[in-house]
């Protein structure tokens, strides 16, 4: 599985608008703009696929041990006032 899609797709189009006689620069332009495509995503805040994946597995889980303790609570107050 490829990482970075988008980051590339972003770089490759950057790359494309350029003049090509900046080919002598190309290692350092290369590591500028990538160094400034991570930046602005991280800036975003934004998470990886496997990140949001692992967060929303959690919250179901949490969810579901919610509702389990809510009906355990219900229970008890029944006994409580019966």
């Given at each position: 599985?490829?990482?970075?899609?988008?980051?590339?797709?972003?770089?490759?189009?950057?790359?494309?608008?350029?003049?090509?006689?900046?080919?002598?620069?190309?290692?350092?332009?290369?590591?500028?703009?990538?160094?400034?495509?991570?930046?602005?995503?991280?800036?975003?805040?934004?998470?990886?696929?496997?990140?949001f994946d692992a967060?929303?597995?959690?919250?179901?889980?949490?969810?579901?041990?919610?509702?389990?303790?809510?009906?355990?609570?219900?229970?008890?107050?029944?006994?409580?006032?019966?």
């Amino acid at each position: 599985m490829k990482k970075n899609t988008s980051q590339d797709t972003v770089f490759k189009k950057i790359q494309s608008l350029l003049p090509k006689n900046l080919n002598v620069l190309k290692g350092d332009l290369t590591t500028l703009v990538h160094d400034a495509i991570k930046k602005g995503i991280k800036d975003c805040q934004l998470v990886t696929q496997e990140e949001f994946d692992a967060q929303a597995k959690q919250l179901a889980k949490t969810e579901k041990k919610l509702e389990q303790l809510e009906q355990q609570v219900q229970l008890l107050k029944s006994r409580f006032h019966s």
